[in-house]
C-alpha cells in the first residue's frame, strides 16, 4: 500500500515550452502533496504545498508563475514548469500525505527527471 | 526555522561490519518526527526509520536502529550486518507536528551521507 507514482519518469523539452508533470496516490486520498527539487548530489529541497482544493503554498524564492501546482483531487496534483529554461533541468520528487487523522507519513513518487534544451 | 545537519558527507563500510551515521538538528518545539530515508541509485526515497520525539524508547527496524538524544537534540542511525543492497544516499529528516500551523507536516532535510558498502 502507500504507492505514489510519478509521469513523465524523465522528460525532454525544448527552452521556452513548457512542460507538465503529474503525481498520483494510487491506494490512499492524499489531503496534501508536497513537491521537491533535487539538484544532482545535493539534498531535497522543498518548493511547495498543496492541499487539495486549494492554492498552494510556496517556500520562498520559488517563482509560483514558473511552477504551476494544481491539486484538483485528492489523488491527483500536477506540477507545470512553464518557459522553461535550462536552468529548470533537475529532478522533481512529489510525495503526498494520508489524510487520516494521526497519519503524518510522507510517500514518495519516484521523481522525474527533467532536461531542458 | 528548523535545521538539520549530517556532518558525514561520505562513508564507507565492509559489508557484514556495522556503520553509524550522524545526525543532529536545531528546533524549539517540544514535539515532532525524526526520519531517515535511503535514496539508491533509483534514486526512490525510502523511509527507513521513524521516530517520535514523546517516545523515549529507541526506535528499530531490523538491522537499522536510531539512538536518539533529545536533549542533544541527536538522531544518529546504526545499520548493522551491512549488505551491498544497503549503498546509497542516507538523508536524516525533521518534521514538525500537526499542531504546529504553517509548515506542519513538512519534511526538512539535511545535506545526506552517502554511504558504500564494499564486499
Known amino acids: 500500500g502507500a504507492v505514489v507514482s510519478q509521469h513523465p519518469s524523465w522528460v525532454i523539452c525544448k527552452s521556452g515550452t513548457s512542460v507538465k508533470i503529474e503525481c498520483r496516490s494510487l491506494?490512499?486520498?492524499?489531503?496534501?502533496m508536497f513537491w521537491y527539487r533535487q539538484f544532482p548530489k545535493q539534498s531535497l529541497m522543498l518548493m511547495a504545498t498543496s492541499n487539495e482544493g486549494s492554492k498552494a503554498t510556496y517556500e520562498q524564492g520559488v517563482e509560483k508563475d514558473k511552477f504551476l501546482i494544481n491539486h484538483a483531487s485528492l489523488t491527483l496534483s500536477t506540477l507545470t514548469v512553464t518557459s522553461a529554461h535550462p536552468e529548470d533541468s533537475s529532478f522533481y520528487i512529489c510525495?503526498?500525505?494520508?489524510?487520516?487523522?494521526?497519519?503524518?507519513?510522507?510517500?514518495f513518487g519516484p521523481g522525474t527527471r527533467l532536461t531542458v534544451t | 526555522a528548523q535545521t538539520v545537519t549530517q556532518s558525514q558527507p561520505e562513508m564507507s563500510v565492509q559489508d557484514a561490519e556495522t556503520v553509524t551515521l550522524s545526525c543532529t538538528y536545531d528546533?524549539?518545539?517540544?514535539?515532532?518526527?525524526l526520519f531517515w530515508y535511503k535514496q539508491p541509485p533509483s534514486r526512490q526515497m525510502i523511509l527507513v526509520i521513524r521516530?517520535?520525539?514523546?517516545?523515549?524508547q529507541n526506535a528499530t527496524e531490523n538491522r537499522f536502529s536510531v539512538n536518539f538524544q533529545k536533549a542533544a537534540k541527536s538522531f544518529s542511525l546504526k545499520i548493522s550486518d551491512s549488505q551491498l543492497g544497503d549503498t546509497a544516499m542516507y538523508f536524516c529528516?525533521?518534521?514538525?507536528?500537526?499542531?504546529?500551523?504553517?509548515?506542519?507536516?513538512?519534511?526538512?532535510f539535511g545535506k545526506g551521507t552517502k554511504l558504500s558498502v564494499i564486499p
Open positions: 528546533t524549539s518545539e517540544n514535539n515532532y518526527y
Open positions: 521516530q517520535e520525539a514523546y517516545k523515549q
Open positions: 510525495s503526498a500525505r494520508s489524510g487520516l487523522a494521526g497519519l503524518y507519513e510522507q510517500y
Open positions: 491506494d490512499f486520498q492524499a489531503t496534501t
Open positions: 529528516a525533521f518534521m514538525k507536528p500537526a499542531y504546529s500551523g504553517a509548515g506542519s507536516y513538512q519534511l526538512t
